[in-house]
């Protein structure tokens, strides 16, 4: 399972991901991205995330529901 990222026009190399579980633990967290990158989720539980995005002191943050 991946999820896949995509940055457009924005700066990827100034990106910064993390996904946190519903306990609010990071799962991961990583600043190493070109404009499409991807994110192996084998190692994820089923569950509801948070996706935290930011770039450039903007935060965009998603849910992403891994259902297995």
Same mark, same amino acid.
């Given at each position: 399972?991946?999820?896949?990222?995509?940055?457009?026009?924005?700066?990827?190399?100034?990106?910064?991901?993390?996904?946190?579980?519903?306990?609010?633990?990071?799962?991961?967290?990583?600043?190493?991205?070109?404009?499409?990158?991807?994110?192996?989720?084998?190692?994820?539980?089923?569950?509801?995330?948070?996706?935290?995005?930011?770039?450039?002191?903007? *935060?965009s943050v998603r849910k992403l529901n891994? *259902?297995?």
């Open positions: 399972d991946r999820l896949f990222v995509e940055f457009g026009s924005l700066d990827a190399a100034s990106a910064r991901v993390r996904i946190i579980d519903m306990m609010g633990s990071v799962v991961f967290d990583d600043s190493n991205f070109d404009n499409k990158s991807e994110i192996g989720l084998e190692n994820f539980g089923k569950g509801m995330y948070f996706i935290n995005i930011s770039i450039d002191n903007q *935060i891994i *259902i297995k």
